[in-house]
C-alpha cells in the first residue's frame, strides 16, 4: 500500500494487492479491479499532512475562504469536511467563527487538527455515521471534501450520507485528481490503492444522478498535476453552470468514454517504464549518485511498477517527519529528511514530486547550481 512505510523490523511482512484499473462502458467509471480493507490504509499511524506543502496551504485557504463568500453565509452555517486531515482547509472556516465538522478516521492527522481548535470526529464517513451528525448538528450548508472520495469504494454509502445530511439547498462540493489530466499527460503515478475512482465530469455526472444529484458547476484546479473541483446539488436544487457542458464536450474530444483511449494509455505507461528503467540502470553503470525527492504515495506506484529499489535510487529524502527513518513500501527504499540531500549532492534527483516542482526546486535551487540534474519521468522521461 501507498502510504505504508515501513519501520527496518517490518521488511518482508508487507501486504501486496493487485493494482489494475478497469473502465465500465455502462457508466463511464475508471476504476480499481482489487480493493484494499479501509482500515489497512486509513488508521491512526495514516503518514499522509496535507499542510506540508506551502501551495497546498494556500490551494486550500482559498478554497474555504470562497466558501465562505459564496456559501457559508448564514446565521448559523455549519460546514461539514470529509477527510479533513491536519485541518488544513477548515482552519480558516473555523477562524472565520463558522460552525464546522471535519470527518476523518487518521486519528493521528485529526489529532493535528484538534490541536488547532478544529472540530473533528474520527470516524469514517457513510451513511451511518453521517446519519449521526445529522441528528447531533442538523443539516450541513456544505460538505466539502478533497482528495478523499476518490479514495473510497462504498461510494453508494458516502452519497446516501451526503443525501441524509445535506440542507434543501445545500451543495456537496468535492476535488479530486482528474482522469482527463492522467490520460493526457500519462500520469500513471496517480494510479495507487487509495485513488479507488478516477473521476471525470461525465462519470460524476453519472454517479450523482444516481442518487438524486445534479451535477450544477465544475471547475478546473491546477493542483496535483490537474484536478477537477465538482459542485453537487439535489436535482433541480440550482440551475447547472454551461461549464459542465463544456467539459463534458472536451471530455467527448479527448476519447473519455471510448475503450481505445485506455489501450493507448497503457503503451504510453510502458513506455516511460522502459525508458525510466534504462536510464537508471545506465548511471548506475557510469557510477552516477542517484536519490528520489518525495516520497509520495505517487512514487510506490513508480517503483514497483517500475522495479526500482535502492540500488538504482539510493534514498528519498521527504520533509514530512512520518515518513522518515521508514522504508518506501514494496520497493524498500530508504526515506531520509531533505537534510540528507546536500550532504552530499546525488548526481542525479529522482523527482517524485512532480506536483510539486516549483517549490522543491526553489528551495534545493544549490543542487542545480552545483551541477546536479533532476530527473523528470511524465509526461515522459527527461532530465532537466
Ligand atoms: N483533504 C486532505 C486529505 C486528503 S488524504 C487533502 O486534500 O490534502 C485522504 C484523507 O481521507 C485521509 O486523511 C483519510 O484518513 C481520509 N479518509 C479516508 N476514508 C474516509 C472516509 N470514509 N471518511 C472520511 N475521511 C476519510
Ligand atoms: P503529495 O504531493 O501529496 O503526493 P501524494 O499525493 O502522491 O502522496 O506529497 C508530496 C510529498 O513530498 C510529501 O510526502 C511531502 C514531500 N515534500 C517534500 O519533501 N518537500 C517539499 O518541499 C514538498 C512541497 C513536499
Not at 481548535?117 to 478533497?146: C, H, N, Q
Not at 551541477?371 to 509526461?379: A, C, E, Q, S, T
Request: glycine share 8%.
Amino acid at each position: 500500500m501507498s502510504n505504508a512505510f515501513l519501520t527496518p523490523d517490518q521488511v518482508g511482512t508487507e501486504s501486496f494487492f493487485r493494482l489494475a484499473i478497469g473502465f465500465c462502458t455502462a457508466c463511464t467509471m475508471v476504476q480499481q479491479l482489487e480493493e484494499v480493507p479501509r482500515g489497512k490504509m486509513f488508521h491512526t499511524d495514516y503518514p499522509y499532512r496535507s499542510s506540508g506543502s506551502a501551495l497546498m496551504r494556500k490551494h486550500f485557504e482559498q478554497a474555504a475562504l470562497h466558501l465562505l463568500e459564496t456559501e457559508l453565509t448564514g446565521n448559523d452555517a455549519f460546514a461539514v469536511e470529509i477527510g479533513s486531515n491536519d485541518g488544513v482547509m477548515l482552519k480558516t472556516v473555523k477562524e472565520a467563527g463558522v460552525r464546522h465538522l471535519g470527518v476523518d478516521p487518521s486519528g493521528g492527522a485529526a489529532d493535528v487538527a484538534t490541536r488547532k481548535g478544529i472540530r473533528v470526529r474520527v470516524d469514517f464517513f457513510e451513511e451511518s455515521s453521517a446519519r449521526l451528525i445529522r441528528e447531533t448538528d442538523g443539516p450541513a450548508d456544505v460538505i466539502y471534501s478533497a482528495n478523499t472520495i476518490s479514495h473510497i469504494a462504498y461510494i453508494d454509502s458516502i452519497l446516501r450520507g451526503v443525501e441524509v445530511l445535506l440542507a434543501p439547498n445545500g451543495v456537496f462540493v468535492f476535488e479530486d485528481r482528474y482522469l482527463g489530466d492522467i490520460i493526457e499527460h500519462t500520469y500513471f503515478d496517480q494510479i495507487y490503492d487509495e485513488h479507488f475512482y478516477l473521476f471525470a465530469v461525465q462519470s460524476v455526472q453519472a454517479l450523482a444522478a444516481r442518487f438524486g444529484f445534479e451535477l450544477v458547476d465544475v471547475e478546473r484546479l491546477a493542483v496535483h498535476g490537474g484536478a477537477v473541483r465538482y459542485t453537487l446539488a439535489r436535482a433541480g436544487a440550482r440551475t447547472p453552470r454551461s461549464s459542465v457542458r463544456e467539459m463534458l464536450a472536451r471530455e467527448r474530444a479527448l476519447g473519455l468514454a471510448d475503450p481505445a483511449t485506455y489501450a493507448g494509455f497503457a503503451n504510453n505507461i510502458a513506455k516511460i517504464r522502459a525508458d525510466l528503467v534504462s536510464l537508471l540502470r545506465s548511471l548506475h553503470e557510469t557510477g552516477h549518485r542517484v536519490v528520489g525527492y518525495g516520497a509520495t504515495s505517487k512514487s510506490a506506484t513508480v517503483t514497483n511498477y517500475c522495479g526500482i529499489g535502492p540500488e538504482l535510487v539510493a534514498f528519498v529524502c521527504d520533509s514530512t517527519p512520518e515518513k522518515q527513518g521508514r522504508l518506501t513500501p514494496g520497493s524498500n527504499i530508504p526515506v531520509w529528511s531533505p537534510a540528507a540531500f546536500s550532504n552530499p549532492y546525488p548526481d542525479f534527483a529522482l523527482l517524485f514530486a512532480w506536483n510539486h516542482a516549483d517549490e522543491i526546486m526553489a528551495k534545493e535551487r544549490r543542487f542545480r547550481a552545483g551541477g546536479g540534474r533532476w530527473i523528470l519521468y511524465v509526461p515522459d522521461v527527461h532530465i532537466v
